[in-house]
């Protein structure tokens, strides 16, 4: 009963006042032919986006979330009526406005929540658990984007995802004709922004399956989803873990030397062997041939044998300058800077191959 009275008190807090210009209902409804019935789900690239229909935002949020059509109207409206069965119970049969969900297909926060934490296992969907960011948090980006998911958001009627697809992250929103493709910077402003203006902010937390364009040899299929949904210039997409280009043949970035793997647990041989994979030589310099013997040259009994050539020192990689491009894009990403800077160095110079020292770090 505890827990019921919490969600109801919850509920009351749901709808915050004040306004902001994402896409909405209203705007979808403004459009002409917007109604999404038969409209594709598939979007650019292959990636999943169900477009409005009617007021079914929240079916559409989880869906697009979750890359796949996991859920019907019929699931959500089930979920709806157990949870008015539970309430109607601790209020003493009382009805309350219109319950957990309304006849054109909205439903509230509680329904969401309740449809995420059961899963589907038909749909192949775990149990997901689904937190509120407080406004502090969102406001002073204290998000750790790189651990996270998936996000949603609300404001009175509508529900919509947004979602991180290898380290790429879309806006999902069911009123928009394409996905929104998002750069960590666009996500930390699009988050706080959205708090001020009255939002409320969720995390998607949980063992989320891989969608279609996570597999890795989809890798072309995720960097056309990240030109198509208005990023027409970028020629790379981040994987989570590998950094793939236009020019990569089918699977992951080759390194430039083999590694083998650290003997310990210890951070100098782990960083070694991630260094000595991207070629930034994280290993002992290989020893200088041997000049060979001038055949016309006897050998001289009594004399000492030469000392050995000293081997030359590996070079070290060039230092990044404050200001350089591809530094001030990992920046941006949220990596720390000195961080990003080493990383630039072993990679020497490659932002992909940095992103994946910085992710598997």
Not at 38 to 60: M, T
Not at 296 to 325: D, F, K, L, S
């Amino acid at each position: 009963q505890d827990d019921l009275w919490l969600l109801l008190v919850e509920r009351s807090r749901f709808e915050c006042p004040g306004s902001m210009p994402i896409v909405g209902i209203a705007d979808c409804a403004a459009r002409d032919n917007a109604d999404g019935k038969n409209k594709s789900p598939w979007g650019p690239g292959g990636i999943y986006h169900e477009k409005q229909v009617g007021s079914l935002c929240a079916l559409h949020c989880v869906n697009n979330l979750l890359q796949k059509a996991a859920y019907d109207d019929g699931f959500f409206r089930m979920v709806a009526m157990e949870l008015d069965s539970a309430e109607r119970r601790l209020l003493g049969g009382d009805n309350i406005d219109f319950g957990n969900a309304r006849m054109d297909g909205f439903y509230n926060v509680q329904v969401v929540q309740e449809v995420l934490r059961k899963g589907n296992v038909r749909s192949g969907v775990p149990k997901l658990e689904m937190l509120p960011i407080s406004s502090e948090a969102a406001k002073e980006c204290k998000i750790d984007r790189v651990k996270e998911t998936a996000f949603i958001l609300n404001k009175n009627e509508h529900w919509f995802s947004i979602r991180r697809i290898g380290a790429e992250w879309f806006d999902l929103n069911s009123c928009l004709p394409n996905p929104a493709h998002y750069t960590p910077g666009d996500l930390d402003f699009h988050i706080r922004d959205a708090v001020r203006e009255g939002y409320s902010v969720f995390v998607v937390r949980g063992s989320f399956p891989k969608c279609e364009l996570e597999e890795e040899h989809n890798h072309k299929k995720l960097l056309e989803a990240v030109q198509g949904c208005g990023r027409p210039g970028q020629t790379y997409s981040l994987f989570a873990g590998s950094g793939q280009t236009l020019s990569s043949g089918g699977g992951a970035a080759q390194p430039t030397a083999a590694a083998a793997p650290p003997a310990s647990n210890d951070a100098a041989a782990l960083r070694a062997a991630r260094l000595a994979r991207f070629g930034g030589g994280g290993g002992p310099a290989p020893a200088a041939p041997a000049a060979p013997a001038s055949p016309e040259a006897a050998p001289a009994p009594a004399a000492a044998a030469p000392a050995p050539a000293a081997v030359p020192a590996a070079p070290a990689p060039p230092a990044v300058p404050e200001g350089n491009p591809a530094l001030e894009q990992l920046v941006s990403m949220g990596f720390d800077r000195e961080q990003s800077k080493n990383a630039l160095e072993a990679a020497k110079g490659n932002v992909e191959q940095a992103a994946e020292l910085l992710l598997s770090s």
